[in-house]
């Protein structure tokens, strides 16, 4: 298995709305990565977990709230978002992260997930 | 900082080739990768290059590095409309994180 599943393709919510995206990969990679992209625009980072441990945060407000259950999910819980958060959401994994500079340690990306806050 | 540059667009017609070019700023990357994405789509990792080589080819992608002056292409040989895309450059940042450039969008005319 060599793919990165990100559930679901395409969210709609109310800025009240409690929602969660979910991203799962079974290739045995240790970092996990979520990324918001909007349009015409290169992914931004949100957050790194290396080892179900969060290793990076870029600042992210509080309202994104990111989970770790174990080495294979992670999850991105939204809670009173705001209409500009609309964006499609990359979840990724590596073998490490970038720290560690050996072997080509590619990033795998998930398809993406459609958020649409209204 | 850590820096990634790439121009925004290119347009070709089907048939010729495709250079897309890239310059970046920490010498010490040990590999550099080309990502595409297509409308509405996640990026998919095209290639990769190690730092300690000049060239690498595979099919009709070719990726140039010249490492002295940080300069990374990749080249589509008889470029074709499913090669309509954003193509990424991208390397590793000292924090962990892979650092994207802004994307060239290539239209390929028929």
């Known amino acids: 298995d060599t793919e990165v599943t990100q559930t679901p393709k395409h969210l709609v919510m109310g800025m009240t709305n409690k929602k969660s995206l979910k991203c799962e990969q079974h290739?045995?990679?240790?970092?996990m990565y979520w990324y918001k992209q909007k349009a015409k625009k290169p992914p931004e980072l949100m957050f790194v977990y290396s080892y179900e441990k969060l290793s990076i945060n870029e600042s992210v407000p509080s309202r994104f709230s990111p989970e770790c259950p174990n080495s294979s999910l992670l999850n991105l819980h939204l809670h009173a978002l705001q209409p500009e958060d609309s964006a499609l959401y990359l979840c990724?994994?590596?073998?490490?992260?970038?720290?560690?500079?050996?072997?080509?340690?590619?990033?795998?990306f998930g398809a993406g997930s459609r958020l649409t806050v209204l | 900082g850590e820096d990634v540059e790439q121009s925004l667009f290119l347009s070709v017609r089907e048939g010729d080739s495709s250079v897309i070019n890239c310059t970046y700023t920490d010498s010490s990357s040990t590999y550099l990768y080309w990502y595409k994405q297509e409308p509405g789509a996640g990026l998919q990792l095209l290639t990769y290059?190690?730092?300690?080589?000049d060239m690498k080819q595979d099919q009709r992608l070719t990726v140039l590095l010249n490492k002295k002056d940080k300069h990374l292409s990749l080249r589509i040989a008889d470029t074709q409309t499913g090669d309509s895309a954003i193509y990424f450059c991208?390397?590793?940042?000292?924090?962990?994180?892979?650092?994207f450039g802004k994307g060239t969008k290539l239209s390929v005319k028929p």
């Open positions: 290739m045995g990679h240790r970092a």
């Open positions: 290059i190690f730092s300690n080589m």
């Open positions: 991208a390397e590793w940042g000292s924090q962990g994180n892979l650092i």
């Open positions: 990724a994994s590596s073998q490490d992260t970038g720290r560690v500079r050996s072997g080509a340690n590619v990033l795998t």
